[in-house]
């Protein structure tokens, strides 16, 4: 089933996660909403040397893409009356995962998540921070026991990842999978029985 999905991005490190993930949902043929924080922007243009808007204009030739401000809660995913099949926040900063766990969220990407959350919709944080505070524990404790998946990007070190580029894939796929929008990982990354 293809629909909307929304993706936000925050300033954590990982940019290049959520690069790779957009490219794959509208590779798949959904339209994808885009909501980056003014420090997600900020990361984008340090970690992958573009910014943003070149990489939207990339996704825009692909396929389907509507950015979002992230002051404008009056957009579309900011309700739950708007058909949203699959969120995700990549990278997810402590600071945007501690709004929304809170409830007092101030932002689009605050408000799309706690719609996502209301709403029992699939709803997908893949944090980076280290090492983790016990407050950073107890947020990430309240948002899996609302529903969401909380999926920091580690490696599997059984898959024998021979680049950067091959602990990214497997990150991306594995958001891919929390968010409902494939059923499994690629035959690649699953365990195989070494006999
Ligand atoms: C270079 C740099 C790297 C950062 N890396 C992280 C990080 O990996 N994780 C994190 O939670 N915050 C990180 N931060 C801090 C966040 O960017 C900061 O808390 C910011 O207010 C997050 O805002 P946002 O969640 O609205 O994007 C970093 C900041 C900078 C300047």
């Known amino acids: 089933m293809v629909g909307n999905v929304v993706l ?4 954590a490190s990982g940019a290049v996660i959520a690069h790779r993930l ?11 909403h885009l909501v980056c924080s003014r ?12 910014t943003i ?25 900011a309700s739950g009356s ?7 926040i990549v990278p997810c900063s402590m600071a945007t995962l501690g709004a929304i766990a ?3 969220g101030t932002n689009l990407l605050h408000r799309f998540a706690d719609v996502a959350i209301k709403e029992r919709r699939p709803l997908v944080f893949v944090p980076r921070e280290t090492p983790l505070s016990p407050i950073h524990l107890s947020n990430m404790k309240i948002l899996t026991e609302v529903g969401a998946v909380i999926l ?44």
């Open 53 to 77: 808007d070149r990489s939207v204009a990339e996704y825009e030739s692909i396929g389907d893409i509507s950015v979002h401000k992230p002051g404008d809660v009056a957009a579309p995913p």
């Open 152 to 195: 920091p990007p580690m490696p599997a070190f059984y898959n024998k990842p021979q680049s950067v580029e091959d602990i990214v894939e497997e990150a991306v796929q594995r958001t891919l999978v929390a968010m409902e929008l494939r059923s499994d990982l690629p035959e690649a990354m699953q365990w195989k029985d070494a006999d």
């Open 8 to 11: 936000g991005i925050s300033g």
């Open 22 to 32: 957009a490219r794959e949902i509208i590779g798949m043929g959904h339209h994808l």
């Open 39 to 50: 420090y997600g922007r900020l990361m984008w243009e340090y970690e992958l040397e573009c």
């Open 82 to 88: 708007f058909p949203v099949i699959a969120s995700a």
């Open 102 to 104: 809170s409830g007092a």
